[in-house]
């Protein structure tokens, strides 16, 4: 089970930070993924990042501005999101891979398990 | 504005078969056997449907199939059911630096 929370409205510029609590499996041995939902619109790849987190991934569009990391220690996932703008309103989601012990780009399937998703609103 | 092209709306009668296209380049789809589709109703978080072009996961019924020619995947629904009718996305990876590109969706509706 994945759950996220840390979801809200926050004024453009302002930063978030979105957790992503896991259980049930060993989360330790996953690569894990955010991918985010405009409202009305499609999915869009944020991140992903291995299980040891030695590989980070970002869509050009988004580096610098979105951090990811993880506990394995608390079982968790976080994407800080700095310098937010409106077009970052979105559903975030997070992922996991579908292969343990399997490095991002050897096995680069994933969303057998998400989370229920957080809201995050930029506006004024 | 999305990397992968999907047509906008499929629609189909009960237990027809409907095919959803999903086109890419020679840098995504056409470059690796990775294309996966989710299933989204809505409200809910997406479902894997299909990963590794053809291949589906545990509990999805055989009615969902893919398949891939040059850049082009595809999504075929077979003996469609009223709860087929959700939205469709696929995904290819693109290489380290574009691990997950996206279509735009497809609303499936089911007549």
């Known amino acids: 089970q994945l759950v996220e929370s840390g979801g809200g409205l926050v004024k453009p510029g302002e930063s978030l930070r979105l957790s992503c609590a896991a259980s049930?499996?060993?989360?330790?041995?996953?690569?894990m993924n955010w991918v985010r939902q405009a409202p009305g619109k499609g999915l869009e790849w944020v991140s992903s990042?291995?299980?040891?987190?030695?590989?980070?991934y970002y869509p050009d569009s988004l580096k610098g501005r979105f951090t990811v990391s993880r506990d394995n220690a608390k079982n968790s996932l976080y994407l800080q999101m700095n310098s937010l703008r409106a077009e970052d309103t979105a559903i975030y989601y997070c992922?996991?891979?579908?292969?343990?012990?399997?490095?991002?780009?050897?096995?680069?399937?994933?969303?057998?398990?998400w989370g229920q998703g957080a809201l995050v609103t930029v506006s004024s | 504005q999305s990397a992968l092209t999907q047509p906008p709306s499929a629609s189909g009668s009960p237990g027809q078969s409907v095919t959803i296209s999903c086109t890419g380049t020679?840098?995504?789809?056409?470059?690796?056997?990775?294309v996966s589709w989710y299933q989204q109703h809505p409200g809910k978080a997406p479902k894997l449907i299909i990963y590794?072009?053809?291949k589906r996961p545990s509990g999805v019924p055989d009615r969902f199939s893919g398949s891939k020619s040059g850049n082009t995947a595809s999504l075929t629904v077979s003996g469609l059911q009223a709860e087929d009718e959700a939205d469709y996305h696929c995904?290819?990876?693109?290489?380290?630096?574009?691990?997950?590109?996206f279509g735009g969706g497809t609303k499936l509706t089911v007549l």
């Open positions: 992922a996991r891979s579908l292969v343990p012990y399997c490095g991002i780009t050897t096995c680069p399937s994933w969303g057998d398990y």
């Open positions: 049930g499996f060993t989360f330790n041995t996953y690569s």
């Open positions: 990042i291995s299980s040891t987190s030695t590989y980070i």
């Open positions: 020679s840098s995504d789809v056409g470059a690796y056997n990775f």
């Open positions: 590794e072009v053809t």
């Open positions: 995904c290819s990876y693109g290489g380290s630096n574009n691990v997950g590109v």
